[in-house]
């Protein structure tokens, strides 16, 4: 069984909107294992390296400000293939382009303000849950519910 790991900001969009026991119950009914969570208030230094793909872009400093607004909550979920699962229920960027029963297609109106940041490939997953968790704050507990998420070949 292959388990892949993948970060899940919770943005300031859902923390003011108190919309963090909904995407995180989404989560957890889906399946996923939760690995690690904590609130933190983000800082310009780590949203150059976490958005420097949008460096060029017009609204960067808008985005990053965005990103500071709040605290928000940092979570790595478990589970195979979870970067594209995750991704899936994520839905496309803006969330008025968001398909309905996606995170941003159901509660998004934004291309900004859009509920959640989700990592969008392994390699950029592990990169960075290097760069929000610390080693051991990721916890490789066993899940007993295992046997009835996933067939003994997957
Ligand atoms: P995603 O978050 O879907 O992976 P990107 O990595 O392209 O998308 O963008 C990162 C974040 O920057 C988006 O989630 C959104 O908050 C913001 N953003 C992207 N495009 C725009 C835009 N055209 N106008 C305002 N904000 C944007």
Redesign the pocket.
């Known amino acids: 069984m292959s388990m892949e790991k993948t970060l899940v900001i919770l943005?300031p969009s859902a923390v003011q909107r108190k919309l963090v026991g909904e995407i995180t119950s989404r989560f957890e009914r889906k399946g996923l294992r939760l690995a690690g969570m904590k609130m933190m208030q983000l800082t310009d230094e780590l949203l150059n390296e976490h958005?420097a793909?949008?460096a060029n872009?017009p609204?960067f400093t808008?985005?990053k400000a965005?990103m500071m607004a709040s605290p928000v909550i940092a979570c790595c979920y478990e589970g195979v293939d979870a970067v594209q699962v995750v991704r899936s229920m994520?839905g496309?960027?803006n969330g008025r382009a968001a398909a309905p029963g996606t995170i941003r297609g159901d509660y998004s109106v934004s291309?900004?303000?859009?509920i959640v940041?989700?990592s969008?490939s392994p390699q950029n997953a592990e990169e960075e849950l290097k760069r929000f968790f610390k080693p051991e704050e990721l916890f490789d507990y066993r899940l007993a519910s295992l046997p009835y998420l996933y067939s003994c070949d997957e």
């Open positions: 943005k958005y793909h949008l872009k609204f808008r985005v965005s994520t496309s960027t291309g900004q303000e859009n940041h989700t969008d």
